[in-house]
């Protein structure tokens, strides 16, 4: 059960990080004091999705790619080449930039987010392509790491989106 458990947590990174980036999240937020605002509740939601979703996640991908290449090959339902050690320091980069981004600024932050998700929105679609033409449904092609290609973009974006907004100056002359 506990080996079944840690298999699961560990294949499916990109979900794992992504659920303690929300946890995290939640005790920052509940650690502030009251009154709590919606711009803290975005800022912890933001902050911890780019430390953990981006930094973390990308960190582990690379450490799998470049060190474990072979493994995750298999995983993916690949056969192992170079180019695994390319995806990992593509990876490295994004997770320098997301660990930058933890604490950064919106232009660090919009490069956090715009970045890795043009990488895992091609890499959807490289799914989709191999499920089609190859028929492969390993876990790595079409299980979690799929539909977290899709999620994380969509998040990382609706939160880059909600913290403009929330940043944005209140307007001088309201229409009617």
């Not at 298999?7 to 709590?36: D, K, Q």
């Amino acid at each position: 059960m506990i080996e079944t458990t840690i298999r699961f947590v560990l294949s499916n990174f990109t979900l794992t990080f992504l659920l303690i980036g929300l946890i995290a999240s939640g005790i920052a937020y509940a650690a502030r004091p009251a009154p709590r605002t919606r711009a803290q509740l975005i800022e912890a939601l933001f902050a911890y999705f780019l430390l953990f979703s981006i930094g973390v996640s990308f960190f582990y991908n690379f450490v799998m790619h470049v060190f474990f290449g072979e493994m995750a090959a298999r995983f993916i339902g690949w056969a192992d080449s170079p180019f695994q050690t390319e995806v990992g320091f593509a990876s490295l980069g994004f997770a320098v930039v997301g660990l930058l981004a933890f604490r950064g600024d919106r232009g660090l932050r919009t490069a956090a987010v715009v970045g890795p998700s043009l990488f895992l929105l091609g890499a959807a679609g490289g799914h989709v392509y191999q499920m089609i033409a190859a028929r492969n449904f390993a876990p790595g092609n079409a299980g979690i790491i799929f539909w977290t290609d899709l999620l994380i973009p969509a998040m990382g974006l609706g939160l880059l989106y909600l913290q403009r907004r929330e940043r944005e100056p209140e307007p001088l002359i309201t229409a009617r």
